[in-house]
C-alpha cells in the first residue's frame, strides 16, 4: 500500500489524477446542463481531451465551473458513472472469476463446453461483485478531487478524422 501512496503523491501521477477528477466533473456538469451530445474524455498530465460535439466556449465555462465547484468541496463530481475504471475492474473481477471457472478443465471442447454454464454464472457474480469496485478506485486511486491550483487555461478545437476533439489545457 506504501507504492501506492508514494504513486498517488509523485507529481506526474497526480497531475493525471487532478485532471481526470476535473475531465469528470466538466462531463457531469454538461450533463446537468442537459448538453444535447454524448461526449467521452481522456485525461493525461497537460489536460484533458473531450470527444463529440460541443462549442469550445462552452467546453470552457464547464471546466472552469467544474473547477469551482470541486474546489468548494463537491467531490462527487469527480466519479463518473462511465468511466474507464469502472469498466477494467468490472474486466479484471470477471475475467478473473472466469479463469476460476476453468481450472482443471482438460483443452477439448467438450469439456470446455461443460464448463460454460459455470463461466457464465461466475462472470455475471464478479460483473456484480465489481460494481462498487469502480467508483472506489477512482475516488481512492484514479482521481483526486483536491485540485490544488489547478486552473483551466484554453480550450482547443481540433478535428480528428471527422470526429470533433477538443484539448482542455490546465496548469498547476
Known amino acids: 500500500m506504501q507504492t501506492i501512496e508514494k504513486f498517488k ?96 478443465v482438460k483443452k477439448n471442447w467438450n469439456d470446455r463446453m461443460d464448463r460454460l454454464a459455470n463461466v457464465i454464472t461466475l462472470v455475471t457474480l464478479g460483473m456484480i461483485v465489481a460494481q462498487p469496485l469502480g467508483p472506489k478506485l477512482q475516488k481512492a486511486v484514479t482521481t483526486e478531487a483536491n485540485l490544488g491550483d489547478l486552473k483551466v487555461v484554453e480550450v482547443k478545437r481540433m478535428n480528428d478524422q471527422g470526429m470533433p476533439t477538443h484539448r482542455v489545457l490546465t496548469v498547476s
Do not use: Y
Request: aromatic fraction near 10%; glycine fraction near 10%.
Open 9 to 104: 503523491t509523485w507529481n506526474p501521477a497526480l497531475r493525471v489524477r487532478r485532471n481526470h477528477a476535473l475531465e469528470h466533473a466538466t462531463l457531469q456538469i454538461l450533463a446537468e446542463k442537459r448538453h444535447p451530445h454524448r461526449l467521452g474524455g481522456l485525461s493525461d498530465t497537460r489536460g484533458f481531451w473531450v470527444f463529440g460535439e460541443i462549442e469550445p466556449e462552452t467546453l470552457f465555462q464547464a471546466a472552469e465551473e467544474a473547477r469551482k465547484r470541486l474546489n468548494k468541496g463537491e467531490h462527487h463530481l469527480a466519479i463518473h458513472p462511465h468511466c474507464g475504471t469502472n469498466f477494467a475492474a468490472a474486466g479484471i473481477v470477471g475475467g478473473f472469476f472466469a479463469w476460476l471457472a476453468m481450472l482443471g
